[in-house]
């Protein structure tokens, strides 16, 4: 697959993870690609869910599934704007997905080849071809304005709550004078 094609479709990856940043969720996403054509798509809902399973990659490779009518996505390929999970990995692996494309590793929790590469893993009965840098600026830019902006709107909440307590200690105050 050529570099236009793959960043072609990471930029439907970016798509979803920017509907997930729209309902405050982690903006992650990601679409399952088949001869050519998106079979499924996804973005992070575990906020909106209350559900840790639901990945971007997870809710793609399930509504895949659904279009082929099949469990194994053979001759598919996933692109995600953020290195998978060990969770999202293993349904990759599970899945039968032949090539995954990512935009940034994930320091943190990254199995596609920052952790370990479970993908590549020779123990396991199918393997993925990994991809990693696609669009990876893009993808990181999301994930760290996102991240900003809440540490930022926590740092306001936080300051906020201060003047609130300030108010009332001094209204205490004028009170018992």
């Given at each position: 697959?050529?570099k236009?094609?793959?960043e072609?479709?990471m930029?439907?990856?970016?798509?979803?993870?920017?509907?997930a940043?729209?309902?405050?969720?982690?903006?992650?996403?990601?679409?399952?690609?088949?001869?050519?054509?998106?079979?499924?798509?996804?973005?992070?809902?575990?906020?909106?869910?209350?559900?840790?399973?639901?990945h971007?990659?997870m809710?793609?490779?399930?509504?895949a599934?659904?279009?082929?009518n099949?469990?194994?996505?053979?001759?598919?390929?996933?692109?995600?704007t953020?290195?998978?999970?060990?969770?999202?990995?293993?349904a990759?692996l599970?899945?039968?997905?032949?090539e995954?494309f990512?935009?940034?590793?994930?320091?943190?929790?990254?199995?596609?080849?920052t952790?370990?590469?479970?993908?590549d893993?020779?123990r396991?009965?199918?393997?993925?071809?990994?991809?990693?840098?696609?669009l990876e600026?893009?993808?990181?830019?999301?994930?760290?304005?996102f991240?900003?902006?809440?540490?930022?709107?926590?740092?306001l909440?936080?300051?906020?709550?201060?003047?609130i307590?300030?108010k009332a200690?001094q209204?205490?105050e004028d009170?018992?004078?």
């Amino acid at each position: 697959m050529e570099k236009v094609e793959k960043e072609k479709w990471m930029r439907e990856a970016i798509i979803e993870a920017k509907k997930a940043e729209a309902i405050g969720e982690v903006p992650i996403g990601a679409v399952v690609v088949h001869k050519g054509k998106i079979i499924g798509r996804g973005h992070n809902l575990r906020e909106t869910s209350k559900n840790a399973t639901t990945h971007a990659e997870m809710i793609a490779i399930q509504e895949a599934n659904q279009n082929l009518n099949n469990w194994r996505l053979e001759e598919c390929q996933l692109f995600v704007t953020l290195e998978p999970c060990a969770m999202c990995s293993g349904a990759i692996l599970l899945s039968r997905i032949d090539e995954v494309f990512y935009g940034p590793s994930d320091i943190k929790g990254g199995t596609a080849g920052t952790l370990m590469n479970l993908l590549d893993d020779q123990r396991m009965n199918h393997r993925a071809l990994v991809e990693r840098g696609i669009l990876e600026e893009e993808c990181r830019t999301l994930l760290t304005t996102f991240f900003k902006s809440l540490r930022d709107k926590k740092k306001l909440e936080k300051q906020q709550l201060k003047e609130i307590e300030l108010k009332a200690s001094q209204s205490k105050e004028d009170s018992t004078d």
